[in-house]
């Protein structure tokens, strides 16, 4: 038998100072009478008898008092295995919201696919938290949140025309990500089973990182034990970006200074820069296929990092039994409560 705070049986220590203050009691109640005449003369004046009765309470009242203290202490006998409390994991998905994103090497355009790819992930997850960083050369974040549906509605109606600033700034979106999931936790404060979630990021990009420390970012990431999840879209040989008016209607392509027609190509450099960023952190890299952007991959990685986290938090615990004590305790001090100060009866009469 254990206990779960044994420095409270240090209490039973003051049942033995709650005796002598009975006893003593006692004693000056005795002493009381005394004065008042013949103690045998006043034992047949008094109806009743109350010493019997009154040592009767006091040894409830120390006996139920000592279970008390016992219950406080929380017993412990046996053991069981249980299951932690789950919690899901964090997900924070960065997604490149540059113009080279309109590229069309992914049907409908790499932006859509991609939109179209992370709303169906969205819709198979429960109880997972989710946050978003939509990125190019500045990013725009949106908080950790189990309501899927909001998220659905902020990757709908963001575009690559919404960002303040162009270019590719994976660095920077890897440490929005970051910023996330520490805010994320800050809120929620420690959890009831001392077990942190696994965190993920999703970095879906075409790869053309134009400033910021992207290798240096995800060593952040890393430390903080955090995995990321690349997965890069695009085709090799290049592809024209298209452009578009504020209604929305097709203009054309994008040119440079020069008039010559601007393309994005997912490179073999940008490539082997990409899965060296994914396995820095212990994650992976993804190419998109033809018809999907590599989600399904993803999907099944998390999967398997839920199966292994159920598994972790199998733990074996002491059975509590401070009802065991607790019940005598009560009915005990009951009795102390009911019983009462002297007995009335028929005294017998002495014979000659």
Same mark, same amino acid.
């Given at each position: 038998?254990? !206990?779960?705070?044994?420095?409270?049986?240090?209490?039973?220590?003051?049942?033995?100072?709650? +005796?002598?203050?009975?006893?003593?009691?006692?004693?000056?109640?005795?002493?009381?009478?005394?004065?008042?005449?013949?103690?045998?003369?006043?034992?047949?004046?008094?109806?009743?008898?109350?010493?019997?009765?009154?040592?009767?309470?006091?040894?409830?009242?120390?006996?139920?008092?000592?279970?008390?203290?016992?219950?406080? +202490?929380?017993?412990?006998? #046996?053991?069981?295995?249980?299951?932690?409390?789950?919690?899901?994991?964090?997900?924070?998905?960065?997604?490149?919201?540059?113009?080279?994103?309109?590229?069309?090497?992914?049907?409908?355009?790499?932006?859509?696919?991609?939109?179209?790819?992370?709303?169906?992930?969205?819709?198979?997850?429960?109880?997972?938290?989710?946050?978003?960083?939509? !990125?190019?050369?500045?990013?725009?974040? !949106?908080?950790?949140?189990?309501?899927?549906? +909001?998220?659905?509605?902020?990757?709908?109606?963001?575009?690559?025309?919404?960002?303040?600033?162009?270019?590719?700034?994976?660095?920077?979106?890897?440490?929005?990500?970051?910023?996330?999931?520490?805010?994320?936790?800050?809120?929620?404060?420690?959890?009831?089973?001392?077990?942190?979630? +696994?965190?993920?990021?999703?970095?879906?990009?075409?790869?053309?990182?134009?400033?910021g420390d992207p290798e240096a970012a995800a060593q952040e990431l890393a430390d903080e034990g955090v995995k990321l999840y690349v997965?890069?879209?695009?085709?090799?040989?290049?592809?024209?970006?298209?452009?578009?008016?504020?209604? #929305?209607?097709?203009?054309?392509?994008?040119?440079?200074?020069?008039?010559?027609?601007?393309?994005?190509?997912?490179?073999?450099?940008?490539?082997?820069?990409?899965?060296?960023?994914?396995?820095?952190?212990?994650?992976?890299?993804?190419?998109?296929?033809?018809?999907?952007?590599?989600?399904?991959?993803?999907?099944?990685?998390?999967?398997?990092?839920?199966?292994?986290?159920?598994?972790?938090?199998?733990?074996?615990?002491?059975?509590?039994?401070?009802?065991?004590?607790?019940?005598?305790? !009560?009915?005990?001090?009951?009795?102390?409560?009911?019983?009462?100060?002297?007995?009335?009866?028929?005294?017998?009469?002495?014979?000659?």
């Amino acid at each position: 038998m254990s !206990f779960r705070d044994s420095d409270l049986l240090w209490l039973l220590l003051t049942l033995p100072v709650v +005796a002598g203050l009975a006893f003593l009691a006692a004693r000056l109640r005795r002493r009381a009478t005394q004065r008042l005449g013949d103690e045998q003369t006043l034992k047949g004046l008094v109806v009743g008898r109350a010493a019997p009765w009154r040592a009767t309470r006091a040894v409830l009242l120390l006996a139920g008092l000592a279970l008390l203290v016992i219950t406080l +202490a929380g017993p412990r006998y #046996g053991s069981r295995t249980r299951v932690l409390r789950k919690r899901g994991i964090d997900v924070v998905v960065a997604l490149d919201f540059s113009k080279s994103m309109l590229a069309r090497d992914v049907r409908p355009d790499r932006i859509r696919r991609a939109k179209a790819e992370l709303t169906r992930f969205l819709e198979e997850l429960g109880g997972d938290r989710v946050g978003v960083v939509a !990125f190019a050369g500045e990013t725009i974040e !949106f908080p950790m949140t189990t309501d899927y549906a +909001a998220v659905e509605l902020f990757l709908r109606d963001m575009g690559p025309y919404d960002m303040p600033v162009g270019g590719t700034a994976i660095g920077r979106a890897l440490i929005a990500a970051k910023r996330l999931l520490d805010r994320s936790n800050q809120q929620q404060g420690p959890a009831d089973d001392s077990v942190q979630p +696994a965190r993920v990021v999703i970095l879906i990009t075409d790869g053309e990182d134009h400033e910021g420390d992207p290798e240096a970012a995800a060593q952040e990431l890393a430390d903080e034990g955090v995995k990321l999840y690349v997965v890069g879209i695009g085709s090799r040989s290049g592809e024209p970006i298209p452009t578009y008016s504020p209604d #929305g209607t097709w203009t054309g392509y994008m040119r440079d200074q020069n008039g010559e027609l601007v393309t994005s190509a997912l490179t073999a450099e940008n490539e082997t820069r990409l899965r060296a960023l994914a396995e820095s952190t212990g994650g992976k890299y993804f190419r998109a296929r033809r018809g999907s952007v590599g989600i399904d991959q993803i999907r099944r990685e998390m999967r398997h990092m839920r199966q292994a986290e159920r598994r972790a938090r199998r733990v074996t615990v002491d059975e509590e039994r401070y009802a065991l004590v607790l019940l005598p305790a !009560f009915l005990l001090l009951v009795l102390e409560g009911l019983l009462p100060t002297a007995f009335i009866g028929r005294r017998r009469r002495r014979r000659a």
